[in-house]
């Protein structure tokens, strides 16, 4: 049985934990003064258990834990920060997973949870992060020489990925068998998607049982991860398709692609039953007043009319409450295999949902190690920021897309809390901030190298790619590429170059997005992969490195290179002697004499 991750705070241990070992999970809510996430979570904490659903035991974690050992944390380590980027990708199952996992380590390294519905409180040198939707996450670092109209200096990614999500109404039955009804998430490789072990994880709403007396909402969530192979989508066998290598694997999405759960024929013979009977045992006898509450008929979840029982039940078991506390769900389809650091040289890294949160951990990575220490912020004049949105993948186009006005509204009040009454300090800031659109870039494929233009073919460990499109579908310029560059440069790290094949379509990222939406400089990279958009994906180690430490030293050194280039304000360029003359009609005097027609003449 999956157990329910609790973080808890050193200085809170030993309360905590006492709390744990009594509370039923049903109703472990907590009311200990220090940060929380929307499923509950204490966020801060250098200790983890695991809290029982079923019996409200504390345990300590082993590998379903997110840890972090000092080696694995340390960019200088050998494959040390690739190792950490595995571990954070197994636990980010989701977008909310990895809001919740960027929460916590924001939390651990001292930036303080802001909420979106609150006064903001701003102050130089401070460090803040706030969620939106929870799967949304914007963290930004003030400088403590700030001044108003001073830019942000930010790196962009998402935290979405191609996935199957379960639809509003799940329950099929078809041939025998219970299929559950998904719908695919933006563009991914489905074919990769047979023959996988599947599991389930998202969020979950749920009601207050009835007889809670706390002053909570009615309806709160809970975040949930089966990671035990309990979904597949099989594959036809060839012998009932034997043109599939002449006519190619073409399945339909709405009638090849539904995954099973189980057989009807197991699901009706209540193998739940002695699970059941055995919780029933270990509780104390009823009274009166309860046996004749539980004699009572229940009425039947609506859920129930809309999902198969036996999938209410596994995730109410999962989470420790009633099937009719369940509300309504967000979940997706997850790959149960688990990423690893592999190759013959331990120089790749094998795993899911690399596009994008391979980007998303580095940028985090960078901006937490850049705040840490004592004095970190004291030279810096900007603002550091990152922002991790979701649905990049469908078009950016919601509330807390990229194309929505999260980053504006976050540039905003940061500059006013932070500014004064001048004129334009927002506008003044936005024209000053400069963004680094970072999102996974393809590699040179060995067996497809003709897909690539010739002079334009990234390659593993050689670092981050420029993307480059004149039609805009990347917003690099060379300012906002030759800056990047020189940014990595005066480390002594390079990069490389991509363009589009003219006889190819190009894709696109968040950074024309946002650069229309902000006005503010803008430049596309991103680590090259392969597999990009397949359930397991691939990159190089040395490039998670060599990324990393690209992004540190912009956001250590940008706001002191940005001064030495201005573009609109340079003076006005001399002309003379660039242009022939054109005769003007006129006597051109000295100072002070006016100027004396004379009439034109045929020649």
Not at 200 to 212: I, N, Q, Y
Not at 577 to 584: I, M, Y
Request: proline share 5%; charged share 20%.
């Amino acid at each position: 049985m999956i157990s329910v991750l609790r973080f808890v705070n050193k200085k809170y241990n030993q309360t905590a934990i006492s709390v744990l070992r009594s509370a039923k999970a049903s109703h472990c809510r907590f009311s200990l003064s220090i940060p929380r996430d929307l499923s509950g979570r204490l966020v801060k904490s250098s200790d983890m258990v695991k809290v029982s659903a079923k019996r409200g035991r504390s345990e300590g974690l082993a590998t379903k834990a997110v840890t972090h050992d000092a080696n694995t944390t340390n960019p200088s380590s050998k494959k040390g920060l690739a190792k950490d980027l595995v571990t954070f990708c197994n636990y980010a199952w989701t977008p909310y997973h990895a809001v919740e996992e960027a929460s916590r380590r924001l939390f651990e390294a001292g930036f303080q949870h802001i909420s979106e519905r609150d006064v903001w409180q701003i102050q130089r040198g401070g460090k803040y992060f706030f969620t939106r939707n929870f799967s949304t996450i914007v963290a930004f670092a003030v400088g403590e020489k700030y001044e108003p109209g001073n830019g942000f200096y930010m790196i962009g990614a998402h935290t979405d990925s191609p996935c199957l999500k379960l639809k509003p109404v799940t329950k099929s039955t078809k041939s025998g068998y219970l299929m559950v009804n998904i719908e695919t998430y933006g563009g991914g490789l489905w074919y990769t998607w047979f023959d996988r072990d599947l599991g389930l994880a998202g969020r979950v709403l749920l009601r207050k049982p009835s007889e809670s007396t706390s002053a909570s909402p009615a309806i709160y969530s809970r975040l949930l991860k089966i990671d035990r192979p309990l979904l597949r989508i099989p594959m036809l066998a060839i012998h009932l398709q034997r043109d599939i290598h002449t006519n190619g694997f073409k399945p339909n999405l709405q009638t090849n692609f539904a995954p099973i759960l189980a057989t009807a024929v197991k699901s009706q013979l209540g193998l739940h039953k002695k699970g059941e009977e055995e919780a029933v045992a270990s509780e104390p006898a009823p009274s009166n007043e309860a046996a004749k509450q539980s004699s009572s008929p229940s009425s039947p979840s609506p859920e129930s009319v809309k999902h198969h029982s036996l999938l209410m039940e596994i995730l109410s078991e999962e989470l420790g409450v009633s099937p009719n506390d369940i509300v309504d769900f967000e979940l997706n389809l997850c790959d149960v295999q688990p990423g690893v650091v592999g190759g013959a040289k331990s120089e790749f890294v094998f795993c899911g949902r690399l596009d994008n949160l391979a980007m998303s951990f580095v940028s985090l990575q960078a901006l937490i190690d850049t705040c840490k220490s004592e004095g970190a912020l004291s030279e810096e004049t900007g603002v550091r920021a990152i922002a991790l949105f979701d649905h990049e993948e469908v078009g950016s186009d919601s509330a807390q897309g990229a194309g929505g006005p999260v980053m504006r509204d976050t540039i905003t009040r940061v500059a006013v809390a932070l500014g004064s009454d001048g004129e334009g300090v927002v506008e003044r800031t936005m024209r000053s901030s400069f963004l680094v659109s970072a999102d996974m870039a393809h590699a040179l494929h060995p067996n497809y190298a003709d897909k690539h233009d010739p002079d334009h073919q990234p390659k593993l460990h050689e670092g981050l790619v420029l993307k480059h499109n004149t039609n805009q579908r990347y917003a690099t310029n060379a300012v906002s590429a030759a800056l990047f560059r020189e940014v990595g440069r005066l480390r002594g790290i390079s990069c490389q170059e991509f363009s589009v094949r003219n006889d190819m379509p190009c894709g696109s990222t968040i950074g024309p997005i946002l650069a229309s939406n902000l006005g503010c400089r803008t430049v596309d990279v991103g680590i090259p992969q392969l597999s990009m958009h397949s359930i397991r994906e691939m990159c190089g180690t040395d490039d998670v490195d060599i990324s990393y430490n690209h992004f540190v030293a912009f956001f250590e050194d940008f706001s002191k290179l940005d001064v030495s280039l201005d573009l609109d304000n340079l003076p006005p360029p001399d002309l003379r002697g660039t242009l022939a003359d054109v005769p003007c009609n006129h006597v051109h005097g000295g100072s002070g004499q006016k100027l004396v027609d004379i009439p034109m003449t045929d020649k």
